[in-house]
């Protein structure tokens, strides 16, 4: 595709952001591929290297609040009138009942995901702790001549290290894959604001 396909393909997908954010998008890459076009690439040439628009549609919502984008699609493009307003009025204790409690529930179920992660930490930390608490316990009742006792704890000890090494890999993906799930949830929460045309 050209320069101008590029341009208006680019333009509809981002159709939802707030305009001068789109306007700017636009600007930037019209100059980047005008410099690609300068040193020699053709136009073609240039359009491919800047990657696809999927990719730089992704790059852009990822980088614009939230709330922005939220504000700009709520914003009314006309001016309501009377009726529109009454039924606005009158419909408040059921629209904003419904999103209070659609609000609460994503605060949930995002506060259980932590607290999950949390107790996995919290596990790990406990192993750690019983195997310090074993060893000293072990060396303590070996000093007192109950060698059975402290063998026993020192071997109690290194089952809890080993639990202990499992569980900071489990809960160390565990974490990278609640931060990748809400990175990917809000990139999704953001695409619901933005409306898509076909180029």
Known sequence: MNKQEFLERLRASLNGLPSDDIEGRIA???EMLDDKIEEGMSEQEAVKSVGSIEKIVIDIVDDIPLAKIAKERIKPKKRLIA????LIVLGFPIWFSLLAALFA???SLY???WCVIICLWAVFVSFIACALGGIFAGVIF???GNLPTGAA???ASLVCIGLS?????GA???TKGILILTKRLALKLKACFIKREEA
């Not at 009726?83 to 009454?86: A, F, P």
């Not at 090494?165 to 890999?169: G, I, P």
């Open 153 to 155: 704890m020192l071997g």
């Open 83 to 86: 009726w529109e307003i009454t």
């Open 172 to 174: 160390k993906a565990a």
């Open 28 to 30: 930037f890459y019209n």
């Open 111 to 113: 506060a259980v995901l």
């Open 142 to 144: 070996a000093a007192e």
């Open 165 to 169: 090494v499992f569980m900071f890999f």
């Open 105 to 107: 529930v994503a605060i």
